[in-house]
């Protein structure tokens, strides 16, 4: 079974709010069909939430991943949440969570690296995990994109939706009853700021998403598969041997396009952008939570996590399915 040292996702938990937006509510909206939304971008729905905060959603799932995980909250030294939707910079949404939890004494942070949030925090809590400095980390990505959404513009508004997927990510230790448990990859990453405002939240005090579709498009579709094959490359795997494949949920027609390229016939595909909409931040862990609930992907087979987005950056590692 493919291995890698150092830390390892234990468990996943997911939150989305419970109201759905349908094509067609939308096409009440602006000038757009069910069609139309569904040829472009293959999404069908999304979930919108009303009177809930990015920490509401990032508690919520965080306490999912935490109760699966079978830890107490004083077990969590480390908490980060990826987002760039967050109204409040101080304290930051990783710290809120971490009070309303229970978690007494842990460092938290934000990390804003917009679509490529989870998996550049992932990375950052492994390496933390591997240094020493907690043997437990809760990292969650959480989004409310509606607060950012202008809902006149057809190009946008049909894109986004609100959730959170949260990870409790662990040390493996000599010892440990789980201690020969695969764990978490090595991450491959990296920015293009000379594009960086082809995606962008636009106006500092009522920011709005924008973005250059067939730019992000085009980058997506002939520039990310390098990324993905290398961080196969350096888990020690080829792409064919891989048991599931977890893009940014943005549109499906990119993650067809780069599964295509890839050549991992055996691998699951998550496909969840189409019932929960782009989420940012948080589409990586909640499209790999709902695998992992669904025992779509057996445990511990590896699974490639690919975040893109607002920057331009990426980030793209392997993580063992818990």
């Not at 939308?26 to 939430?49: C, K, N, P």
């Not at 990032?58 to 939707?85: F, H, N, R």
């Not at 977890?246 to 390229?261: G, M, W, Y």
């Not at 016939?265 to 862990?285: F, L, M, W």
Request: with cysteine; net charge negative.
């Amino acid at each position: 079974m493919w291995e890698a040292p150092g830390s390892r996702i234990a468990a996943m938990g997911h939150y989305q709010p419970g109201e759905v937006l349908t094509n067609h509510d939308l096409a009440g909206l602006v000038d757009t069909s069910d069609e139309w939304i569904r040829q472009r971008t293959g999404i069908e729905t999304r979930h919108i939430a009303r009177g809930e905060s990015v920490t509401d959603l990032a508690t919520a799932a965080g306490g999912k991943a935490l109760a699966a995980a079978g830890l107490d909250p004083a077990d969590i030294g480390l908490v980060v949440v990826a987002t760039s939707s967050a109204i409040d910079r101080c304290p930051s949404v990783a710290a809120q969570t971490a009070g309303r939890l229970g978690i007494p004494a842990a460092a938290a942070y934000d990390l804003n690296n917009a679509c490529t949030g989870f998996v550049t925090a992932l990375a950052t809590a492994d390496h933390s995990l591997r240094a020493g400095a907690a043997r437990h980390a809760l990292v969650i990505g959480a989004e409310k994109m509606s607060d950012l959404t202008d809902w006149t513009d057809r190009t946008t508004c049909v894109l986004l939706g609100d959730g959170a997927g949260a990870a409790v990510v662990s040390t493996r230790q000599d010892g440990d009853e789980d201690g020969d448990a695969p764990g978490i990859g090595p991450v491959v990453w990296g920015s293009d700021p000379a594009r960086g405002d082809a995606v962008r939240l636009q106006d500092a005090w009522q920011p709005r998403f924008r973005q250059h579709g067939q730019t992000v498009f085009r980058w997506a579709t002939t520039e990310l598969a390098p990324v993905a094959v290398e961080a196969c490359r350096r888990a020690g795997l080829t792409p064919g041997e891989l048991g599931g494949i977890v893009t940014h949920q943005a549109n499906l027609r990119i993650i067809e396009s780069l599964v295509r390229r890839l050549d991992a016939p055996q691998a699951v595909v998550a496909r969840d952008v189409a019932v929960s909409g782009n989420t940012s931040a948080a589409s990586i862990p909640l499209a790999l939570s709902k695998l992992v609930e669904e025992r779509a992907v057996p445990q511990g087979a590896p699974v490639l996590l690919l975040g893109f987005g607002g920057g331009l950056s990426w980030a793209a590692q392997v993580v063992a399915c818990p």
